[in-house]
C-alpha cells in the first residue's frame, strides 16, 4: 500500500514538472514575439525624428501654456491663458513681445502691435459696445491718432496731443453731417467746420468754456452771414451779404430779432433803421448821395408820425 501511494505522487509530479517547461516555454515564444513590435516602434520613433529634426520636438507643454522656441532655445511663439486672458503672442529673436492677440473673459478681442522695447505702439480692437476702433501710440503710451466708428456706425477721426486729449477731430455725425473739431488742451471745442443736413456750410468760433461766438454761414439763398454773439447769446452783430442785393448790418438781442439794421436799399441809398420787437421799422434815416437826406418814424400799426423832410 505504502508502494502503490508513493508511484501515484511520483507520477504526479512528473505531471507537474511537465506542465511548467509546457509555460516557460510559452513565456518565451511570447516575449519573442513581442521584440520585433518594440524594434519596429524604435525605427518608427527614430524615422520621424530624423524627418522632422529634433530640434522641432516640443519642447514644453502644460495645460495652461504652449510654447515655441527656436533652435537657440528663445521663446518665439506663446499661447496661454492667464488671469482670464487667452492670448497668442509672437516674440523676436530676443524673447520680446512685438504682436499680441489677446481676448479677456469680460471684455473685446483686441490685437497688439509692439516696438523693440515692449511698448504697445498700434492697436486694433472692438470696443466693448461692438464698434472697430483703431489706436497709434507714441514711445510713452499716449494715444496720439484714433479711428473709430461709433455704436451707429459713423466715422471718427481724432488727432490727440501727448496727453491723449483730441485736439482735431474729423467726424460724420448721426444725421450725416461731415464736421471738423479743433478742441483746448482742456477737451473744449474752439472752433468748428461742417455742412449741416440742409446743405449749409457754417463754421463756428467758440469762447473758453466751448460756447459759440461768432459763426460765418452761407444759407441756401446764398447769403453770406458773420454772427458775433456775446456770452449770454442775448446780444449780437450780423453782417449780411446776399448773391444778389444789398448788404446789411444788423445788431439784435438775439441771433433772431434785429433791433437795428445799417442797410443799402436796392437804389444803393444807405440806411439806418430801428426796430421794435415784432420786427416792424419805427425809425429810418435814410442818406441820400443825390439829394437831402430823410428821416421817418412810424407807429406801431406802421403809420408815418413824422417825416423830415
Do not use: H
Given at each position: 500500500?505504502?508502494?502503490?501511494?508513493?508511484?501515484?505522487?511520483?507520477?504526479?509530479?512528473?505531471?507537474?514538472?511537465?506542465?511548467?517547461?509546457?509555460?516557460?516555454?510559452?513565456?518565451?515564444?511570447w516575449r519573442l514575439s513581442l521584440l520585433p513590435v518594440a524594434i519596429l516602434g524604435l525605427v518608427v520613433a527614430i524615422g520621424g525624428a530624423a524627418k522632422y529634426g529634433a530640434d522641432q520636438v516640443p519642447r514644453e507643454l502644460i495645460a495652461q501654456r504652449f510654447l515655441v522656441r527656436d533652435e537657440r532655445g528663445t521663446d518665439r511663439i506663446r499661447l496661454e491663458t492667464l488671469d482670464g486672458r487667452s492670448s497668442i503672442c509672437f516674440l523676436d529673436s530676443k524673447g520680446k513681445s512685438r504682436l499680441?492677440?489677446?481676448?479677456?473673459?469680460?471684455?473685446?478681442?483686441?490685437?497688439?502691435?509692439?516696438?523693440?522695447?515692449?511698448?504697445?505702439?498700434?492697436?486694433?480692437?472692438?470696443?466693448?459696445?461692438?464698434?472697430?476702433?483703431?489706436?497709434?501710440?507714441?514711445?510713452?503710451?499716449?494715444?496720439?491718432?484714433?479711428?473709430?466708428?461709433?455704436p451707429a456706425g459713423w466715422p471718427e477721426i481724432s488727432l490727440n496731443e501727448k496727453?491723449?486729449?483730441?485736439?482735431?477731430?474729423?467726424?460724420?455725425?448721426?444725421?450725416?453731417?461731415?464736421?471738423i473739431e479743433m478742441r483746448s488742451p482742456e477737451g473744449k471745442k474752439r472752433i468748428s467746420m461742417a455742412v449741416n443736413d440742409d446743405n449749409i456750410p457754417m463754421?463756428?468760433?467758440?469762447?473758453?468754456?466751448?460756447?459759440?461766438?461768432?459763426?460765418?454761414?452761407?444759407?441756401?439763398?446764398?447769403?453770406?452771414?458773420?454772427?458775433?454773439?456775446?456770452?449770454?447769446?442775448?446780444?449780437?452783430?450780423?453782417?449780411?451779404?446776399?448773391?444778389?442785393?444789398?448788404?446789411?448790418l444788423v445788431l439784435g438781442e438775439k441771433v433772431g430779432p434785429r433791433r437795428v439794421a445799417i442797410a443799402l436799399d436796392p437804389d444803393a441809398t444807405p440806411g439806418l433803421s430801428f426796430i421794435d420787437t415784432e420786427k416792424r421799422a419805427r425809425a429810418t434815416l435814410l442818406f441820400n448821395p443825390?439829394?437831402?437826406?430823410?428821416?421817418?418814424?412810424?407807429?406801431?400799426?406802421?403809420?408815418?408820425?413824422?417825416?423830415?423832410?
Amino acid at each position: 500500500m505504502y508502494l502503490a501511494e508513493l508511484e501515484a505522487l511520483t507520477a504526479r509530479m512528473e505531471r507537474l514538472e511537465l506542465a511548467n517547461r509546457s509555460l516557460a516555454r510559452r513565456e518565451r515564444l511570447w516575449r519573442l514575439s513581442l521584440l520585433p513590435v518594440a524594434i519596429l516602434g524604435l525605427v518608427v520613433a527614430i524615422g520621424g525624428a530624423a524627418k522632422y529634426g529634433a530640434d522641432q520636438v516640443p519642447r514644453e507643454l502644460i495645460a495652461q501654456r504652449f510654447l515655441v522656441r527656436d533652435e537657440r532655445g528663445t521663446d518665439r511663439i506663446r499661447l496661454e491663458t492667464l488671469d482670464g486672458r487667452s492670448s497668442i503672442c509672437f516674440l523676436d529673436s530676443k524673447g520680446k513681445s512685438r504682436l499680441d492677440l489677446g481676448l479677456r473673459d469680460e471684455g473685446p478681442p483686441r490685437i497688439d502691435f509692439l516696438d523693440s522695447n515692449g511698448a504697445v505702439r498700434f492697436t486694433l480692437a472692438l470696443d466693448p459696445l461692438g464698434p472697430p476702433s483703431l489706436k497709434m501710440m507714441d514711445v510713452e503710451g499716449s494715444t496720439r491718432l484714433g479711428l473709430k466708428l461709433s455704436p451707429a456706425g459713423w466715422p471718427e477721426i481724432s488727432l490727440n496731443e501727448k496727453q491723449g486729449v483730441p485736439r482735431f477731430l474729423m467726424s460724420i455725425v448721426q444725421n450725416g453731417t461731415p464736421a471738423i473739431e479743433m478742441r483746448s488742451p482742456e477737451g473744449k471745442k474752439r472752433i468748428s467746420m461742417a455742412v449741416n443736413d440742409d446743405n449749409i456750410p457754417m463754421i463756428d468760433l467758440n469762447d473758453p468754456k466751448g460756447k459759440p461766438r461768432a459763426s460765418l454761414f452761407l444759407n441756401d439763398e446764398d447769403t453770406a452771414t458773420l454772427v458775433l454773439l456775446d456770452a449770454d447769446r442775448k446780444g449780437g452783430v450780423a453782417l449780411n451779404a446776399p448773391a444778389k442785393g444789398s448788404p446789411s448790418l444788423v445788431l439784435g438781442e438775439k441771433v433772431g430779432p434785429r433791433r437795428v439794421a445799417i442797410a443799402l436799399d436796392p437804389d444803393a441809398t444807405p440806411g439806418l433803421s430801428f426796430i421794435d420787437t415784432e420786427k416792424r421799422a419805427r425809425a429810418t434815416l435814410l442818406f441820400n448821395p443825390a439829394g437831402p437826406s430823410r428821416f421817418l418814424m412810424k407807429d406801431a400799426a406802421g403809420k408815418t408820425t413824422f417825416q423830415a423832410p
